[in-house]
């Protein structure tokens, strides 16, 4: 196992899971280790595994108890981790998202950039020049959360909840990203204005985005923003690029 990080911690998890845990808390290493334990542990394809789904450090395995039993889904997850030393999950794809930033589309982003000891231009200047990675997918249906930013962006989320930050709206706090699923209250600061839908329930896949994705976004004005947003055929404007 690398020296970086603990061995994970595996444990049931109810009568049919097993949950393999990287860290407590958030950093690349264990993220990349989650991620590319999920991908070869999928691949395996074992039987009575009716699912593997990651978090940002954490993996859990679904079983069907009537076609396999834990010790043998913590066989396979012991096989698995001891050949994941300095893992990296290699992104399959990468998305090219177009934003639209403050002050009409991204009214915290002076705010948010000020917390991160950056003018406004140079915080925008700096999330484009990023390539960041979907490190998780949840609280809303097809949500992102995009990470990491640099050590600078490690800004707190607001004392209190935004009421209602708008579909699509681009956040920031705690070195990450999300791009917002719905309408929803929020404690992040809202920076930037997509078009990209990452949830489309009637689409033949409604999750665009998948945990691995690498995802980079470019600076539209307002007007081109209001364009990509009216043809909704295009879902935002973003590119997806197969990498492997």
């Not at 009637?202 to 999750?207: G, I, N, R, V």
Request: proline share 8%.
């Amino acid at each position: 196992m690398s020296e970086l990080l603990p061995p994970p911690d595996i444990r049931p998890l109810g009568v049919d899971g097993v949950l393999v845990r990287f860290s407590r808390s958030l950093t690349e290493e264990a993220n990349h280790r989650a991620l590319a334990f999920r991908d070869q542990l999928a691949k395996m394809h074992l039987q009575g595994v009716t699912e593997v789904a990651s978090s940002l450090v954490s993996v859990r395995i679904a079983f069907d108890p009537a076609e396999t039993t834990r010790d043998a889904v913590a066989a396979a997850v012991h096989s698995v981790c001891n050949g994941l030393a300095d893992a990296v999950a290699t992104p399959r794809r990468r998305w090219d998202i177009p934003v639209a930033f403050g002050p009409d589309h991204g009214p915290q982003l002076a705010e948010a950039a000020a917390l991160a000891g950056l003018t406004p231009e140079q915080a925008i200047a700096e999330i484009e020049a990023q390539t960041l990675r979907v490190i998780a997918v949840g609280f809303a249906p097809g949500q992102p959360y995009l990470g990491m930013l640099p050590a600078h962006w490690d800004i707190p989320r607001q004392a209190s909840l935004t009421e209602k930050m708008p579909n699509g709206a681009l956040v920031t706090a705690v070195r990450q990203l999300i791009v917002f699923a719905a309408d929803a209250p929020t404690g992040w600061r809202h920076i930037g204005q997509t078009a990209f839908r990452v949830y489309q329930p009637d689409a033949e896949q409604p999750f665009p985005l998948v945990p691995g994705d690498a995802i980079r976004f470019c600076h539209v004005s307002d007007s081109e923003f209001v364009t990509l947003r009216q043809n909704r055929d295009t879902n935002g404007g973003a590119r997806c690029t197969v990498l492997t």
